[in-house]
């Protein structure tokens, strides 16, 4: 309640409000290009976070595990597209230090969720993020192997480069497929942007308080769904 009341501008940093294309394939549903969404998959893939200071990932009461240190982004996306999240189910195989988990979301308005988290991957395997999108009248796909958040062009400098290079969404809809580049605009000078507009201006940054709260609250249910072995019901 104190921080709902100071007189500053307070934003959680969630990223994907302002990464592409996480950013445009919100736009493409709220425009219908597919379509009334039907469901949404998400996968976030990492090795073992070991650079954290004291190791500090690996302390649950601090860091909350894979749910709140990867699929909290995710959630955090997911509940910023649909109406509130209502239940949650999920599970975790843990290895010592590793874990890889997935949990369900159930939506208030049908839509139902898959968040796939992992601090179990190889180390030598890159950073992986994917999203799948489907709709009532086409799907939309996309998936990056990079830990980089912005376009990047090859050495050449031609097109060809750098059509290769540049992550895509992949679109089906109706008899038609297309090919879209992400933004080269990166997310975190987006986000930086957009908290010293707030600041400026003294408007709402893109991501609230009571937003992020509910994220957190999410991801909690997520480790409470595994620790009892039952569906989460909220409030």
């Not at 996480?22 to 736009?27: D, E, H, L, P």
């Not at 590793?98 to 796939?116: F, P, Q, R, Y």
Request: glycine share 6%; net charge negative; with cysteine.
């Amino acid at each position: 309640q104190e921080i709902k009341t100071a007189d500053s501008i307070f934003m959680p940093g969630h990223i994907l409000r302002y990464q592409e294309p996480y950013t445009s394939i919100k736009q493409y549903l709220e425009d219908g290009e597919i379509g009334d969404l039907l469901c949404i998959s998400t996968r976030r893939l990492s090795s073992l976070p070991d650079w954290g200071s004291n190791n500090w990932f690996f302390d649950q009461r601090k860091s909350g595990g894979v749910f709140l240190d990867l699929a909290i982004h995710d959630i955090d996306w997911i509940n910023w597209l649909v109406s509130d999240v209502s239940s949650v189910s999920a599970s975790k195989s843990t290895d010592g230090l590793k874990e890889h988990g997935a949990v369900l979301l159930e939506c208030e308005d049908g839509v139902s969720c898959t968040v796939e988290a992992s601090w179990a991957q190889p180390e030598n395997r890159p950073f992986v993020t994917s999203l799948e999108v489907v709709g009532t009248q086409g799907t939309m796909r996309y998936t990056d192997g990079t830990a980089n958040f912005e376009a990047e062009t090859g050495d050449s400098g031609t097109q060809e480069s750098e059509e290769k290079s540049a992550n895509k969404i992949e679109v089906w809809a109706g008899d038609e497929s297309a090919l879209i580049r992400r933004s080269s605009i990166d997310a975190w000078k987006r986000q930086m942007l957009d908290f010293m507009e707030s600041i400026e201006n003294g408007t709402s940054p893109k991501t609230t308080i009571d937003e992020s709260i509910r994220a957190v609250e999410i991801a909690n249910a997520a480790n409470n769904s595994v620790k009892k072995q039952q569906h989460i019901h909220l409030q």
